[in-house]
């Protein structure tokens, strides 16, 4: 079965920007969480939609959105770029809501670079 | 709050070396505790969980066993391979927050 797809891979953006990131789950995974990866910060937790709802949110500043649709496939925005913003952007899934099994599968990620 | 501290990286180890990823946590309560990988180019992979106190995970001749008396999930392997090259990242969870330590990075050599 497939597993988690993340759009684009690689992306290119200029300070004041916006993007949007496109995350499908493993098909039947109703979960899905997003990570925001730097070599300062480490794995760091941005939020978590499960059935259209966002269930919990890591302390991220406002430009910082998502939302997840119907068929649970997850978009992030990110406005105003800076350029801190530059990471990698990972998306997992999981069956159970709020990562109740930890049990997260990953995709690739999609590398931000903000110039 | 609840966070997971990990060995500083990185790990160079010849290759059949023993390996140890020292993992120690904080919580409250009673966490379950995963080691993840992430192979270069590619997103997090779980490797092996345990869910209770003296519970231990196994895959892929990696092991680790969940100490409360000592809060830790050291992550070791007995013979390592080139292909165990990654960063491993130690997590708990807890009340259905998720934390992950900073990762190790791990280097076999041949």
């Known amino acids: 079965k497939a597993g988690v797809t993340q759009t684009p891979r690689y992306l290119i953006k200029t300070r004041g920007q916006q993007v949007t990131l496109s995350c499908s789950p493993i098909?039947?995974?109703?979960?899905v969480s997003w990570y925001q990866q730097t070599p300062g910060q480490g794995l760091q937790f941005l939020f978590e939609?499960?059935?259209?709802?966002?269930?919990n949110k890591g302390n991220f500043p406002g430009r910082f959105s998502g939302r997840q649709f119907s068929n649970s496939r997850s978009e992030m925005n990110v406005s105003t770029l800076e350029l801190g913003d530059s990471a990698l952007y990972l998306c997992?899934?999981?069956?159970?809501?709020?990562?109740?099994?930890?049990?997260?599968?990953f995709g690739e990620g999609s590398r931000l670079t903000v110039l | 709050g609840d966070s997971v501290t990990q060995m500083e990286g990185p790990v160079t180890l010849s290759e059949e070396a023993f390996l140890t990823i020292n993992c120690t946590y904080t919580?409250?309560?009673?966490?379950?505790l995963f080691w993840y990988v992430q192979y270069p180019g590619e997103g997090l992979q779980l490797l092996l969980k345990?869910?209770?106190?003296?519970d231990k995970g196994s895959n892929k001749g990696f092991e680790a066993t969940y100490r409360k008396e000592t809060t830790s999930f050291h992550l070791e392997k007995g013979s390592v391979q080139v292909s165990d090259s990654a960063v491993y990242f130690c997590?708990?969870?807890?009340?259905?927050?998720?934390?992950f330590g900073a990762g190790t990075r791990l280097t076999v050599k041949p």
């Open positions: 345990a869910t209770k106190a003296d």
């Open positions: 098909s039947g995974h109703r979960s």
């Open positions: 939609y499960f059935s259209e709802t966002q269930r």
């Open positions: 997590a708990l969870v807890r009340n259905n927050d998720m934390r």
């Open positions: 997992a899934s999981s069956l159970e809501v709020l990562r109740a099994t930890g049990e997260l599968f």
């Open positions: 919580a409250t309560g009673y966490p379950s």
